[in-house]
């Protein structure tokens, strides 16, 4: 998307989607790191539930992505007929990520709504209108990604 949102020349919206992909991971390497050390603490099991395998899988995932692309169309960089093979492949892989990383949020919201036992009310209300607004947001995001840019 920051190729279709930020002025300048290719490179510099090539530089801004690397780095906000940078913190993205750092983001999530993070959280990856909070949930094991919250479940350290509370003697809860690791790995156990889909949310829990999926947002690994994701998290690993883009590390991969990133790493690769990084090597691939920043530095050194693949040579430009290599490059353009590449590209179908890293937008359809940073599409699969994306959509894998909204199904973590999803499955996170229902087993959050589990765990507190929510019962019809304004506590559902708050978990099931957030799980739609993600929905809502991952279609936005997927739309801006394969429809033209224009101009």
Same mark, same amino acid.
């Given at each position: 998307?920051?190729? @279709?949102?930020?002025?300048?020349? @290719? ?51 883009? =590390?991969?992505?990133? #790493? ?39 499955? =996170?919201? #229902?087993?959050?709504? @589990? ?25 936005? #995001?997927?739309?801006? #990604? ?6």
């Amino acid at each position: 998307m920051s190729y @279709k949102t930020v002025p300048g020349t @290719k490179r510099t919206q090539k530089l801004v989607h690397l780095i906000l992909h940078f913190i993205a991971l750092g983001a999530g390497i993070f959280g990856v790191y909070i949930a094991f050390r919250y479940h350290d603490k509370e003697s809860i099991p690791d790995m156990y539930t889909l949310h829990s395998w999926l947002g690994l899988s994701t998290i690993c995932l883009f =590390g991969l992505q990133w #790493v690769f692309a990084f090597f691939s169309f920043w530095f050194p960089g693949a040579e430009m007929p290599t490059r353009g093979r590449l590209m179908p492949w890293h937008w359809f892989a940073g599409m699969i990520i994306f959509l894998m990383a909204i199904l973590t949020a999803e499955t =996170g919201l #229902v087993q959050r709504f @589990k765990d507190l036992e929510l019962k019809p009310g304004q506590e559902a209300l708050i978990v099931n209108f957030t799980g739609l607004l993600t929905l809502l947001f991952a279609i936005a #995001v997927s739309l801006s #990604v394969i429809l033209p840019r224009g101009n």
